[in-house]
């Protein structure tokens, strides 16, 4: 299953069986029967959870579907009838106005924990609802407003071929009333608009010899196809010939004197030209398209606790936040997950520093004589020329080659009450971040540590829903995963996270460029 399905929209869905949704919620975790195209509400069958709500500033967004493809990945369920539509009116558009989100309190629960009728045909929870209002119509965003029902104006080759309302569901008037401090959804303004799903724990792929699960569909283990000026290295996957060697302190001379001083060691990155993005991953990795980007360097790492504390101590940086914020968060997530903020760890100086908002990061790049990478340059460094998945090459993510959440994290989520999926079966040896460069065996092509996993860093691009659309600057690109992912498809080189500036994560640090 792709990650778009595991994360559907449902605005396809009768009103009555999305209001179903929402009754539901209130009872306890959803349990469905799913297979990537038909969601069943198995209504009789119940999880031993609870949702919480989250509640975040209104948000409004517009998705656009141009084709098939699209139209199976943002709308997977009830597709098939929507086909039709899609043929005839070139365009089918989402308008959403989002107020918070149900967050199921356990994601990893098994088969054998289900209670009631019909359990034995359930395949997948719903482990979160984004809520909100919603028009779903077909036809071109800009034609839902001054242009509305008109059909064949414009003399250009894509004429306008009209509007029609599909489905729609609350009031995007009355949700502006909401704010991050609300307790459950606004009157008016509490439809689901797309649910996220996770896989019963005991669900398991079954893959022939050869092949491995990832993500819920068989990959080849192995790949040892290399791109011309690379090789194949057993455990490392495809690396470059030659591996610049990294820049000696003394370039760092040249730099501005707001520096102070080169920190850190840096790889440079010769100039070359790849395929950016993804046709198998989230919508915001479309369209793949070919990127020159021009030699540079980049940190070998990410930015770690001592490096960071340096900038402090010569009057450059803040000290780094001990908590974590953003918009919505829960005081209860707060006082629980804070704890794995390492600023002012004294035992976690080699690890990545965390908990830091963009401005943080930028104003620790520029001190050293350096900037935040743009995420071009980013994914350029962790995938090289090769249309590689993940920086050590193909093979699925496992406990050598990155610091993700396996068997350790989702013990140390389980002694603080929280009930966590792994990504994989194994422990990694680091519950929440690892010392930086602890897992050589998924360098990048050109030799960066934990450009997969450990934290996500910050980029200095602004964040798009796609490539085709322009960027904001109310949220800047993260790149690469995190100490706490569950799921392959989010430390896949191609895969971007909208982050916005003011947050702190436990899970999100940064590396600079130059
Ligand atoms: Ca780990
Ligand atoms: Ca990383």
Redesign the pocket.
């Known amino acids: 299953m792709k990650a778009s399905q595991r994360k559907p929209l449902v605005v396809a869905w009768r009103g009555e069986d999305r209001a179903a949704l929402e009754t539901q919620a209130r009872k306890g975790l959803i349990v469905v029967r799913y297979d990537g195209c038909e969601m069943e509400v198995l209504s009789r069958c119940t999880a031993p959870a609870q949702y919480q709500y989250a509640a975040n500033n209104p948000q409004k967004s517009t998705e656009s579907i141009r084709n098939e493809d699209e139209l199976y990945a943002a709308v997977p369920i009830g597709a098939a009838r929507l086909e039709g539509k899609l043929r005839q009116f070139g365009e089918l558009t989402v308008k959403m106005t989002m107020v918070g989100r149900w967050e199921a309190a356990k994601a990893d629960v098994r088969k054998s924990e289900l209670q009631g009728a019909e359990c034995e045909r359930a395949t997948h929870v719903i482990t979160g609802m984004t809520v909100g209002a919603f028009t779903f119509f077909a036809g071109a965003a800009s034609e839902d407003s001054a242009g509305a029902g008109v059909a064949g104006v414009g003399a250009g080759a894509k004429a306008s071929r009209g509007h029609e309302e599909l489905s729609q569901a609350g009031d995007p008037s009355q949700c502006e009333s909401a704010s991050d401090q609300d307790k459950e959804p606004v009157k008016n303004c509490s439809a689901v608009i797309r649910v996220e799903v996770a896989e019963l724990g005991d669900v398991q792929t079954v893959c022939p010899p050869g092949t491995q699960s990832q993500g819920g569909k068989c990959v080849a283990s192995v790949d040892t196809s290399c791109a011309a000026g690379m090789h194949f290295q057993a455990g490392r996957g495809c690396v470059a010939n030659v591996v610049a060697q990294p820049a000696t302190p003394a370039a760092a001379a040249t730099s501005p004197p707001l520096s102070g001083g080169a920190v850190g060691q840096m790889v440079r990155i010769p100039a070359g030209t790849f395929n950016m993005g993804s046709n198998d991953g989230a919508a915001d990795e479309k369209p793949v398209h070919s990127v020159r980007v021009a030699s540079f360097e980049m940190d070998l790492t ?1 930015v770690t606790v001592a490096q960071y504390a340096a900038c402090v101590s010569k009057g450059g940086c803040q000290p780094a936040p001990t908590t974590i914020d953003w918009n919505g968060i829960t005081d209860e997530k707060r006082r629980i997950f804070s704890e794995a903020c390492n600023g002012n760890r004294s035992d976690r100086q080699n690890h ?1 520093v965390n908990c830091v908002t963009w401005n943080q990061a930028n104003t620790y790049c520029r001190w050293a004589g350096k900037r935040l990478p743009t995420e071009e340059e980013w994914e350029y460094a962790a995938r090289g020329t090769d249309g590689r998945t993940y920086p050590w090459g193909n093979g699925a993510p496992g406990p050598r080659l990155l610091n993700a959440c396996g068997s350790e994290c989702v013990a140390w989520a389980r002694e603080r009450g929280r009930s966590w999926a792994a990504m994989y079966q194994a422990d990694d040896g680091w519950a929440t971040t690892a010392p930086v460069g602890s897992y050589p065996s998924g360098d990048s092509p050109f030799g960066l540590h ?8 910050w980029t200095a691009s602004g964040y798009s829903a796609d490539y085709s659309k322009n960027r904001t600057t109310n949220a800047f690109v993260a790149r ?3 100490w706490d992912d569950d799921a392959p498809s989010y430390v896949r080189a191609a895969n971007r996270s909208g982050v916005a500036p003011t947050n702190r994560g436990n899970d999100l ?1 940064f590396r600079c460029a130059r």
Do not use: I, K
């Open positions: 990410e990545p934990d450009m997969a996993g450990n934290v996500w860093e690469g995963g995190r640090g």
